[in-house]
Nanobody, 121 residues
Framework: QVQLVESGGGLVQPGESLRLSCAASGNIFSIYTMGWYRQAAGKQRELVAAINNGGMTNYADSAKGRFTVSRDNAKNTVYLQMNSLKPEDTAVYYC???????????????WGQGTQVTVSS
């Protein structure tokens, strides 16, 4: 089994920063893409940022210039540094990762349980 455990959400005021972390553990052979989605109330889940195992990143337009995704491969951990937060960034943020659990296995997508980020004055 594979588990993704997130941390770092909370309540902040507009303009402030937060750093989310997500650590993968369990039966991991190799990790490919790691990243973050978010889902605001009444809206569909959307990609925020992702990073592959070569370090290439991809961002939603709303995240460019404010958010930075990074990873520590030695710790199987992905981070999301969020600066200049806006009320519209309020959502549940989900970590995801594409992971192989064995040399002959196909990569599967795994999700964290979600962490609430609320931006409000």
């Amino acid at each position: 089994q594979v588990q993704l455990v997130e941390s770092g959400g909370g309540l902040v005021q507009p303009g402030e920063s937060l750093r989310l972390s997500c650590a993968a553990s369990g039966n991991i052979f190799s990790i490919y893409t790691m990243g973050w989605y978010r889902q605001a109330a009444g809206k569909q889940r959307e990609l925020v940022a992702a990073i592959n195992n070569g370090g290439m990143t991809n961002y939603a337009d709303s995240a460019k210039g404010r958010f930075t995704v990074s990873r520590d491969n030695a710790k199987n951990t992905v981070y999301l540094q969020m600066n200049s937060l806006k009320p519209e960034d309020t959502a549940v943020y989900y970590c995801y990762s594409l992971i192989k659990t064995g040399i002959t296995m196909r990569p599967n997508a795994y999700w964290g349980q979600g962490t609430q980020v609320t931006v409000s004055s």
